[in-house]
DNA sequence: TCTTAGCACTCGAACCATTAGAGTGCTAAC
DNA sequence: GTTAGCACTCTAATGGTTCGAGTGCTAAGA
């Protein structure tokens, strides 16, 4: 159990070292107007705290820095979350400045926003585009031997892939095609697209066109929608100007990692709610393993949900980005399913 | 004028340095077999390179790295091109394996193939969107209030923006609408879009479509193509492997202007055909001095062009890139010409 | 006259010792 | 329980020394 003086040192510790970087020690402490106790009362303190865990030296004669046990038990009780300054909401609020936006848009603002907010790097996860509904197909031949596929989905966006056609295919048969399409795939997910494909439309096209077999073989395969997480990054850069990171093979190997989206799942705990702080060596991949991750889900609609992570030093501005992340989830929830219902 | 030897000896210390990366002294060149000289011999050869300002010394007593002048000279005489291994011409041949694809993935493929022979970071310049013309116009509404427009280009390329449309509209007017554009400005570069769309439809629409007043605005904004450079990265990383670049704050501002694409410009001489290299100050930009970039263009088709561009450490494997970059942009011009063709 | 062996010289990198300073832990006094 | 005082420890900075790679110059050899 720690006494009411331990918890005010070790929450001043975290602070201080949070803002300048360098170990902190019992003179600087002592010269804080928030710690009335000599240099020594503080030594006394901060060696219990190290005793348990919470701090660390970095050598024998140095001042403390947080342990990994420090930040979490920093992170846990003591982030007293203070208003967000004016300046900053503004510029959150510029982000929706835009009436008619695309949700795509306002993502890559959020995320570029929020990095520049914090000088961390920003990680945004947009809605599955899978679970869209198609709106509308069309097919708009570009020669004798390719044409293009498009979806438009009921969010707006529009999935797009050329695909070749038999030679000399009768241009009424492709009109036919997209006809019987949109009737039946109207409303359908991508997720489920190709299925439906086949259980509702095969059958038909058989009666109504000629040469359907081949047709329908390319054009599938064009139709089917990759699983790809939508992942928008911004202030990748930033790594570099923390002063945490100095060795270069460490910042290769982490910049590494955010440049295949296929670690995605592994930096961002997904689908749970509520904000999720991974400090250090609690994160999954071990080149985070100097990293903290700070995580938020945000809704569109009424099923989708996205993710914002921020990933950052473990010498992070916790209380800050907190305070960021769950203003900008709520605004981001509010604004994307106000986008969604227009629709 | 250099002797038969100087050259010889400039070529060889070159070529050290390149594989090597450190400063390359007379004993070592002595060596190479094809240096049957004595040390001292190459020293006099070296110092007389020195004076004349092709080769530089780190410090008083250190072996010697070839100057800017000295990679020029190199770079401008002494690049005998050797063909290119057959393992590496299989691999770049693999980027056309798909028969049909898009121009923009056969340009994706390319640079990520051409950052990984080389370990260094490429920039491809696609084709100019602006120069394709319109091959089909549609307009998909998505709900009361908005609508995505859509236009696909002659190249099977596709851009779409979503617009907001005037509340009640009878959607047969957005259907005669989109009837008349196609009719109108097929084939019309998207460059003069929205001069012509002015031109040609808006007294059409005048006398055709109710409240085409401000159906006509929000469409037209929505179909302002920006004047983006159509640019593809990659191995940006790749810096960081270069031993060259230690200096963090160089490496930064090197990352940070390949971020932004507003500096590809600056980057790459637009225009010129052939092969072009820049070696250090060379370079438009200060944050550029030790770099070395290789550029050369390729055809799409009989009127555009795109380009190639790698960036690396001056101490670049120079005979090997030219000869990537000769082949790639030959095989590029080749096949991309032909997908435009089919079209 | 060109080439090369030899030698003195220079400089950086690595190693070691020393010092200053920041910080600690402990003890004893308040 | 708090704090002043003090001995102690360790880093970072400084300076001296050595080692080796490399140079420039000179003079001998081809």
Redesign the interface.
């Known amino acids: 159990m720690l006494t009411e003086r331990q918890l005010l040192i070790l929450k001043v510790t975290v602070d201080d070292y949070i803002e300048s970087a360098q170990p902190v020690g019992s003179n600087q402490l002592s010269k804080k107007s928030e710690l009335p106790f000599s240099p020594a009362t503080i030594r006394n303190a901060m060696a219990d705290l190290e005793k348990m865990g919470f701090l660390e030296k970095t050598h024998t004669s140095s001042g403390r820095i947080p342990s990994q046990k420090g930040y979490r038990y920093y992170v846990d009780h003591m982030l007293t979350p203070r208003p967000l300054p004016k300046q900053d909401i503004l510029q959150l609020q510029s982000i929706f400045d835009d ?4 949700t795509e848009q306002v993502i890559k603002r959020s995320a570029m926003m929020l990095s520049e907010l914090t000088n961390y790097t920003a990680i945004l996860l947009g809605p599955d585009v899978r679970k869209h509904t198609v ?2 197909l ?1 097919i ?1 031949p ?5 044409a ?1 596929a ?1 979806i ?1 989905t ?3 966006h ?1 999935e ?5 056609i038999p030679p000399g295919l009768d241009p009424s048969d492709i009109e036919k095609m997209v006809n019987i399409l949109n009737e039946r795939l109207a409303g359908v997910s991508l997720n489920d697209l190709h299925i439906r494909l086949e259980q509702e439309t095969l059958s038909i096209f058989r009666q109504h066109i000629n040469r359907y077999a081949e047709l329908f073989s390319t054009f599938r395969e064009a139709v089917v929608v990759p699983h790809e997480e939508n992942v928008y990054y911004a202030g990748k ?1 930033n790594i ?2 923390q002063p945490d990171f ?1 060795d ?1 093979h460490k ?2 190997s982490l ?2 990692i955010m ?1 295949e989206s296929k670690h995605i799942p592994m930096i961002m705990p997904h689908g749970s709610l509520g904000l999720q702080i991974r400090i250090g060596s609690e994160n999954t991949l071990s080149a985070m393993e100097d990293c903290s991750v700070i995580t938020v889900a945000y809704a569109i609609g009424e099923e989708q949900t996205g993710s914002i992570a921020i990933v950052g030093p473990k010498r992070m501005d916790y209380k800050r980005v907190v305070t960021l992340l769950d203003t900008l989830s709520g605004d981001l929830s509010k604004e994307l399913t106000r986008l969604i219902r ?2």
């Open positions: 009436k008619i936006a695309e709106k509308k069309s708009v570009l020669g004798s031997d390719s293009v498009i438009v009921n969010s707006g529009v797009n892939r050329i695909f070749p850069l570099l100007k100095h270069i910042i290769r910049m590494d440049e227009g629709k």
